[in-house]
């Protein structure tokens, strides 16, 4: 399944970086809660990660709508961008509350 398939669907999202909690190699602190898809790959090889908005604690697994993906210009890592159903973020909140990471990369925000 390509990452743009799953904008506007339902998914689960098992989160291994918890909000608040340390990257272990680049030691940044993450301001949402980011996971990944089990049983999915991504064009690097892993399994498909994801960004988590709207819920400002930390958790352990996610149910929530894709509401876009970060497509990476110079990389192979896409990323979808999740929310509570019924819930949505403007492309330059999601630039924002993803920049910690994303300013890394060149990417652009899909919706469709």
Not at 89 to 99: G, N, P, Q, R, V
Request: with cysteine; glycine share 8%.
């Amino acid at each position: 399944m390509n990452s743009r398939d799953y904008i506007g669907k339902d998914v689960v999202v098992k989160i291994d970086r918890p909000f608040g909690t340390k990257h272990p190699k680049h030691g940044f602190i993450y301001p949402v809660n980011y996971g990944f898809i089990p049983d999915t790959t991504s064009g690097d090889g892993e399994e498909l990660d994801c960004y988590v908005l709207g819920v400002f604690e930390p958790i352990k697994d996610f149910n929530g709508e894709c509401i876009a993906v970060i497509h990476r210009l110079d990389d192979d890592d896409d990323k979808l961008v999740i929310a509570p159903k019924g819930k949505n973020y403007s492309d330059e909140a999601i630039d924002a509350l993803t920049e910690f990471q994303e300013r890394f990369f060149k990417h652009t925000i899909v919706r469709q």
